[in-house]
């Protein structure tokens, strides 16, 4: 079946230490976007990327930096400059300007700093 | 794209109709309304989307207003898997230029039994 693979679904990290979250699409997306989930709070943007070897920053970009030198991956890594990294973390993918252009997402990365 | 507006929350009872409503009063004639929703701690799910028209599917109804400045995104018989937040955005169809892609904090309906 087609989807969006996150992983890992939990990660604990030290402060002062950096971290990649993993995200893999099989649906032959162009785009691909990450967003921030605090609790009780909405989707905030991060990254996006439309092509590959190209991404632009969302909202609030300081401290992640991304990647995209496949189209199937879009690597987040939190740096140990996110002063607040503790969040519930979402990939998604699109496929613009075909069919229902419907964001699909993944199940989650929930990241927590000891 | 254009910027939503929803009520941060609502309840309903089990069995009843749950109206969620969304503000979109900027929205441009090329801009659909799509509707997603995200049960605790799990990605967001893609529920429906429309243009100008009345939309129906096995999950639920969206009533767009004839100015399309407003929509509601109807569960006819909500039960208690229904609890969840649901986020309205609006986008461009075919757009070549995927761009960002804004959710709001969306509507935490919670049904109740």
């Known amino acids: 079946d087609g989807g969006i693979t996150q992983s890992p679904k939990y990660l604990f990290r030290k402060e002062g230490q950096n971290v990649t979250l993993s995200c893999e699409q099989n649906?032959?997306?162009?785009?691909m976007y990450w967003y921030r989930q605090d609790p009780g709070q909405g989707l905030r943007l991060i990254y996006y990327?439309?092509?590959?070897?190209?991404?632009q920053k969302g909202d609030i970009a300081e401290g992640y930096s991304v990647s995209r030198e496949k189209k199937e991956s879009f690597p987040l890594t939190v740096t140990s400059a996110q002063k607040n990294p503790t969040a519930f973390y979402l990939c998604?993918?699109?496929?613009?300007?075909?069919?229902?252009?419907?964001?699909?997402f993944g199940a989650g990365s929930r990241l927590t700093v000891l | 794209d254009a910027k939503t507006t929803q009520p941060p929350s609502m309840d309903c009872a089990e069995g009843r109709a749950a109206n969620l409503p969304c503000n979109h009063s900027?929205?441009?004639?090329?801009?659909?309304v799509y509707w997603y929703r995200q049960i605790h701690s799990q990605g967001p799910q893609y529920i429906i989307h429309?243009?100008?028209n009345n939309e129906t599917n096995e999950m639920a109804s969206l009533i767009i207003t004839e100015d399309r400045k407003s929509s509601t995104l109807i569960l006819p018989h909500a039960t208690l898997r229904d609890t969840a937040v649901y986020y309205c955005?609006?986008?461009?169809?075919?757009?070549?230029?995927?761009?960002?892609?804004?959710f709001g904090q969306g509507t935490t309906l919670q049904v109740k039994p």
């Open positions: 990327s439309q092509i590959v070897n190209d991404f």
């Open positions: 998604a993918s699109l496929n613009p300007g075909f069919g229902a252009n419907v964001l699909t």
């Open positions: 649906l032959n997306h162009d785009a």
């Open positions: 429309g243009l100008k």
């Open positions: 900027t929205i441009s004639g090329n801009e659909y």
């Open positions: 955005i609006v986008r461009s169809w075919a757009s070549s230029n995927t761009g960002k892609l804004i």
